[in-house]
């Protein structure tokens, strides 16, 4: 492409960012980063009722999240409102646009015909070539855009092909209400022109409203940018999304442990695809990325999908990066806090242990479950099941296996199996019998790793003081 590519993200301020807005946000960035352009983000809070402040910082900092960045400032709709009215009184002064003075009454009685009639709801065109001085009493106008009644409107997108409406089955949109504000079809088309944005990427629930806002553009002689409408998401059995089906706000992810680079590899394979390659690093899906393999049917939302991507991603993603993710999770949620402090001492453990947690990880809750017993220090506190495993059979063994640590002084792996083999096979009893009791001895708890992992991970010096603390609780015992 020779042209200079800009697309918008253009969210209403009304709720939290839903994961569909997130990925029609994601593929606007991975079009406009593919080509070397711009995104632009316009928060449409026209709607001074429903818009607030905990919406759109809700939106931005999911936004952020995600890694999305965009160029230049948010642009607030509702601050342009003047503009838009400018334009419409241009539209009216060329006589591209007219003063509809119908009533309230008269509307619904034109809805009320047309149900029954069983045509389109549509306004019927009264006042489009009325004068003005026939206005009766009472009642403010709105004004009206005079739209191509014959002919059709054709919309060429990237990802629905060709698009046709027929002029006739379209009605004089609304520019200015009575009060003398901006619609959103007007606001849209007006700021979408300003900000010079070439490519609208939207949900194709849009679909007609391009139409209509096509109307404008050729109303105003401006060039109509290049659509594509992407699109929805369903739920796994294909009804449309709703809470019940996992379609909450990106942050609630982001508590849920999904690592944000996981997140957009999800997302963009929501009706996306690149040859038989499901997973991608941010880079890859800029580099790939196309409308020419998003297809036309509805995508469906995963969570098991979700959670192997995720757990893909913190497998295979350098243990250091991991960690500062991780880092950052503990301190966005209150029940973790208490640990960063911690885990930032023992950094040099938990970067050892990443490898082995993440292979039994989904979430970076996991990951946290995973990783506690390096936060916890010894002597630790044994409750119920762990008991049954510390009887003094298993406390006699590992004092022994603690004398050894001492005598031997094992550096491998290796070294370390050897000595519980020799316990093993001195007493002629299974691994199984012994083995759990090693790891509450060392670790506090039985959800930890395998036994030479943890020699791995903690290294001899710390597994050889907690097995003397196991040592002297056993002799407390007794």
């Known amino acids: 492409m020779t042209q200079n590519i800009v697309t918008r993200f253009a969210p209403s301020p009304t709720g939290y960012l839903h994961i569909g807005g997130a990925r029609t946000a994601l593929y606007n960035w991975l079009f406009a980063r593919h080509h070397g352009g711009k995104m632009l983000l316009r928060v449409e809070d026209t709607d001074r009722t429903r818009s607030t402040q905990g919406a759109i910082d809700a939106i931005l900092q999911g936004m952020t999240w995600l890694g999305l960045d965009w160029d230049g400032d948010a642009i607030y709709q509702f601050s342009r409102k003047e503009r838009h009215v ?34 389109p709801i549509k306004y019927d065109g009264r006042w489009r070539d009325r004068d003005p001085s026939e206005a009766p009493d009472g009642i403010k106008p709105t004004v009206r855009l005079k739209v191509e009644q014959t002919g059709q409107t054709i ?18 949109l609304i520019l200015l209400r009575s009060d003398g504000t901006p619609t959103y079809m007007l606001a849209v088309v007006v700021d979408d022109h300003d900000m010079e944005v070439s490519h609208i990427i939207r949900g194709d629930d849009h ?4 139409a209509r806002q096509a109307q404008i553009f050729k109303a105003m002689g401006w060039d109509i940018p290049t659509m594509a409408h992407i699109p929805l998401i369903h739920g796994a059995d294909g009804a449309k999304l709703s809470k019940r089906h996992g379609a909450l706000g990106v942050e609630a992810y982001a508590e849920m442990g999904y690592l944000p680079q996981a ?55 350098d243990p250091e990066a991991i960690f500062a993710d991780w880092i950052k999770f503990l301190k966005s949620q209150e029940q973790y806090k208490n640990w960063v402090d911690t885990a930032l001492v023992k950094k040099e453990t938990i970067i050892r242990a990443l490898p082995f947690a993440a292979e039994r990880a989904k979430t970076l809750v996991d990951l946290s479950d995973s990783l506690e017993y390096i936060l916890k220090e010894a002597p630790f506190v044994f409750e119920g099941k762990a008991l049954k495993q510390l009887n003094s059979d298993n406390l ?41 009791a090693i790891r509450l001895a060392l670790t506090g708890t039985t959800k930890a790793p395998g036994l ?27």
């Open 86 to 119: 400018e334009v419409a009184q241009a539209l009216l002064s060329s006589g591209k646009a007219y003063q509809c003075y119908a009533s309230a009454e008269e509307l619904e009685q034109m809805r009320e015909e047309a149900k029954e009639k069983g045509l």
């Open 263 to 317: 997140m957009t590899n999800y997302l963009a394979r929501l009706g996306w695809s690149h040859g038989n390659q499901e997973y991608f690093s941010t880079d890859e899906l800029i580099q790939y990325f196309s409308f020419d393999t998003v297809g036309k049917g509805a995508a469906r939302l995963d969570l098991d999908k979700m959670n192997a991507v995720n757990a893909h991603h913190m497998r295979n993603a």
């Open 452 to 478: 030479t992992d943890i020699f791995t991970i903690l290294g001899a010096e710390l597994c050889q003081n907690n097995l003397l603390k196991i040592k002297e609780y056993g002799s407390n015992i007794d």
């Open 396 to 436: 006699a063994r590992l004092s022994r296996l603690s004398d050894l640590m001492q005598t031997q002084k094992p550096q491998t792996e290796t070294d370390f199996q050897a000595l519980i083999d020799q316990i093993l096979e001195e007493d002629e009893i299974k691994l199984g019998k012994f083995g759990p």
């Open 207 to 210: 679909l007609n409203n391009a």
């Open 155 to 172: 919309i060429k997108d990237l990802v629905q092909g060709d698009v046709i409406f027929n002029n006739a089955e379209l009605d004089d």
